[in-house]
């Protein structure tokens, strides 16, 4: 099942909208390379599975887009070791 996400490029960031309520994940692309530095819920959508409905799709999109990833921030670094199947896009 594919994640609605959107590419902001002119923001660095990937956006998720739930209900007018943005939650996102800024990246920096070095080659074939995303990194995550940080990802962001608005404080009324912390844990209701936003953030990590989001990094669902930013990993959807790194493997359609051939992408390794790196997740600097603690939130993409936890999330990523707890879906293994998402491993091999981590650079």
Known sequence: MSTPIRDNPDKSRFELDVDGRIVFANYRRNGSTLYIPYVEAPPSLRGT???????????????????????????????????????????
């Open 49 to 91: 599975g936003a953030a990590g409905r989001l990094m669902q799709g930013v990993m959807e999109h790194a493997r359609a887009e051939k992408l390794k990833v790196v997740p600097i921030c603690s939130y993409a670094a936890v999330w990523i070791h707890r879906h293994r199947e998402h491993h091999d896009l981590l650079a």
